[in-house]
């Protein structure tokens, strides 16, 4: 089973667009797995649009709905499809769905995207390191036989969340 065959069994992906310091922000998004590609729609105006107009590499793994990882990481290239290259996605019923949720609740319109895998960044060689960006941060022994979760880097121990 191909990786893109995970993505599209799952039928949900973690996207994974960079800002421009090169931290990445993950969001969950409905995928269409096709001919070696990996489509996608969302509104325009959404930080991920933005992050990908800058900066287009992107990562793909299958994932739950809430955005839980449930496999490895494709690495590819994003691009925004025009109106004409989206007419395919267009009779599905999916799509008209959450273009009329984004004309009438968010006052927005849909934009497709294409994911094109790199072909080298997919290879067998890099399945472990797929795997562990997949499955997140693990746990850190003290020796004493207790163990923690492993601290995130980005997250100031000391404050409390809300």
Same mark, same amino acid.
């Given at each position: 089973?191909?990786?893109?065959?995970?993505? $599209?069994?799952?039928?949900?992906?973690? /996207?994974?667009?960079?800002? #421009?310091? !090169? %931290?990445?922000? *993950?969001?969950?998004?409905?995928?269409?797995?096709?001919?070696?590609?990996?489509?996608?729609?969302?509104?325009?105006?959404?930080?991920?649009?933005?992050?990908? $107009?800058?900066?287009?590499?992107?990562? /793909?793994?299958?994932?739950? #709905?809430? !955005? %839980?990882?449930? *496999?490895?990481?494709?690495?590819?290239?994003?691009?925004?499809?025009?109106?004409?290259?989206?007419?395919?996605?267009?009779?599905?019923?999916?799509?008209?769905?959450?273009?009329?949720?984004?004309?009438?609740?968010?006052?927005?319109?849909?934009?497709?995207?294409?994911?094109?895998?790199?072909?080298?960044?997919?290879?067998?060689?890099?399945?472990?390191?797929?795997?562990?960006?997949?499955?997140?941060?693990?746990?850190?022994?003290?020796?004493?036989?207790?163990?923690?979760?492993?601290?995130?880097?980005?997250?100031?121990?000391?404050?409390?969340?809300?």
């Amino acid at each position: 089973m191909s990786r893109l065959d995970a993505l $599209a069994g799952s039928g949900v992906a973690l /996207l994974t667009t960079y800002r #421009r310091d !090169g %931290r990445g922000v *993950g969001t969950p998004v409905g995928v269409l797995v096709k001919d070696g590609r990996v489509y996608f729609t969302t509104r325009t105006k959404t930080w991920k649009v933005k992050r990908m $107009a800058n900066r287009p590499e992107v990562t /793909l793994a299958p994932c739950t #709905r809430r !955005g %839980r990882p449930t *496999g490895p990481a494709i690495r590819g290239t994003a691009r925004r499809l025009s109106d004409a290259e989206a007419a395919h996605l267009r009779g599905m019923f999916q799509y008209r769905f959450w273009a009329l949720v984004y004309r009438v609740v968010y006052r927005d319109r849909p934009v497709s995207y294409v994911v094109t895998p790199d072909e080298d960044a997919n290879d067998d060689k890099n399945d472990d390191k797929n795997k562990v960006a997949a499955e997140g941060p693990k746990a850190v022994s003290h020796g004493d036989g207790a163990e923690s979760p492993k601290a995130d880097p980005g997250v100031d121990e000391h404050v409390r969340p809300r």
